[in-house]
């Protein structure tokens, strides 16, 4: 009787679990379906056309090891295009998000960015979570 109990009580924990995770994501996906930009872009100025490698690169301070990851993440998602759509999933950070279909390619990288700091905390370990399972 003891296990069925315990079974009984680790079940409601992961349907708990569950809902909580179920709420996080809505909850992300409400802030950014709102137009938005990196908070430490500076002075970046889009009109200069910069690649966006390179727009992304100054966006996250020059670190080359996180830009590495997200190199890596982008490529694999979008190839870097701003026109890319995959079902439901939009541009370059390919985001569920009709935003990004409507706006220019640094703006889906700032995007991209804040979705990647609230979800996953940085690039690399947005990158580590792609490679499992094949979604950031």
């Given at each position: 009787?003891?296990?069925?109990?315990?079974?009984?009580?680790?079940?409601?924990?992961?349907?708990?679990?569950?809902?909580?995770?179920?709420?996080?994501?809505?909850?992300?996906?409400?802030?950014?379906?709102?137009?938005?930009?990196?908070?430490?872009?500076?002075?970046?100025?889009?009109?200069?056309?910069?690649?966006?490698?390179?727009?992304?690169?100054?966006?996250?301070?020059?670190?080359?090891?996180?830009?590495n990851c997200l190199?890596?993440?982008?490529?694999?998602?979008?190839?870097?295009?701003?026109?890319?759509?995959?079902?439901?999933?939009?541009?370059?950070?390919?985001?569920?998000?009709?935003?990004?279909?409507?706006?220019?390619?640094?703006?889906?990288?700032?995007?991209?960015?804040?979705?990647?700091?609230?979800?996953?905390?940085?690039?690399?370990?947005?990158?580590?979570?792609?490679?499992?399972?094949?979604?950031?």
């Open positions: 009787m003891y296990g069925t109990l315990r079974a009984r009580a680790h079940k409601g924990l992961r349907a708990s679990r569950s809902r909580i995770a179920r709420s996080v994501a809505i909850a992300i996906g409400i802030t950014l379906l709102s137009p938005m930009y990196a908070a430490n872009t500076g002075s970046i100025n889009a009109n200069k056309k910069i690649t966006y490698k390179t727009y992304a690169l100054r966006a996250l301070n020059n670190d080359y090891h996180q830009f190199l890596r993440l982008y490529t694999k998602e979008s190839n870097w295009r701003p026109k890319a759509r995959n079902g439901s999933h939009y541009g370059i950070p390919q985001g569920r998000s009709t935003y990004l279909a409507k706006v220019n390619g640094y703006k889906q990288i700032d995007w991209g960015l804040k979705y990647i700091y609230a979800r996953h905390n940085t690039p690399c370990q947005a990158w580590q979570h792609f490679k499992k399972r094949n979604w950031h």
